[in-house]
Nanobody, 114 residues
Framework: QVQLVGSGGGLVQAGGSLRLSCAASGSAFSITAMGWYRQAPGKQRELVATIASDSSTVYANSVKGRFTISRDDAKNTVYLQMNSLKPEDTAVYYC????????WGQGTQVTVSS
């Protein structure tokens, strides 16, 4: 089992920045990919960014050039640096970690005001 605890969400004005963190515990030693999805009201959950164990990354087109995903394997933590935030980035952000199955964090709200 892997437990994930996310933090760092909040309210920010358009153009601002936030940094999300997600720490894994439990059977975290064999985690492969980690990343972030988001879900806005009335919409499906969508990929934001993922990072593999070799640090290769995948980003949604909508966040390329604005968001940066990174991981610290010593701390079993994945980060999402979000810059130049837009109102359409408003959503609940969920972190995930893969270890033979996908585990999800509890979600953290990000609200970007115009």
């Amino acid at each position: 089992q892997v437990q994930l605890v996310g933090s760092g969400g909040g309210l920010v004005q358009a153009g601002g920045s936030l940094r999300l963190s997600c720490a894994a515990s439990g059977s975290a030693f064999s985690i492969t990919a980690m990343g972030w999805y988001r879900q806005a009201p009335g919409k499906q959950r969508e990929l934001v960014a993922t990072i593999a164990s070799d640090s290769s990354t995948v980003y949604a087109n909508s966040v390329k050039g604005r968001f940066t995903i990174s991981r610290d394997d010593a701390k079993n933590t994945v980060y999402l640096q979000m810059n130049s935030l837009k109102p359409e980035d408003t959503a609940v952000y969920y972190c995930h970690a893969d270890n033979r199955r996908r585990y999800w964090g509890q979600g953290t709200q990000v609200t970007v005001s115009s």
